[in-house]
């Protein structure tokens, strides 16, 4: 069994391992609008760090992020029609780009 060579673009991680990092793009009033401002927002695994986000992001739309923040999304306790319930929590993260980098999310 081959093994995969450690270099310094993916250090460990395979591209199976990116692709799975970014779950979904978080469609959002909120995210609508910071997106004009070259923020996206996405949701995220949640063993997900910082620089396994932006190389997820750099492998899979080609662009290379300024900054990258990682938010926990706490779970909620919720009642519906009588029934108890929780809101699963998780992890997004707001990605920050230059001005001229855009990412097609539809």
């Known amino acids: 069994m081959a093994e995969k060579k450690e270099t310094k673009e ?3 991680l395979g591209n199976f391992d990116l692709e799975r990092v970014l779950i979904n793009p978080r469609i959002t009033e909120k995210a609508t609008l910071s997106s ?3 923020v996206f927002v ?3 695994a949640p063993d997900a760090n910082k620089f396994k986000v932006a190389e997820a ?4 739309y080609k662009v290379t992020p300024v900054k990258v923040n990682v938010v926990t999304v706490p779970a909620k ?3 519906y029609r009588g ?3 929780i809101k699963t929590g998780g992890k997004k993260a707001y990605i920050y780009l230059k001005a001229e980098d855009k990412i097609n999310i539809t």
């Open 10 to 12: 993916n250090k460990g």
């Open 36 to 38: 004009e401002k070259n």
């Open 42 to 44: 996405f949701d995220v």
């Open 57 to 60: 992001i750099k492998y899979l």
């Open 77 to 79: 306790r919720i009642v």
């Open 83 to 85: 029934k108890k319930g």
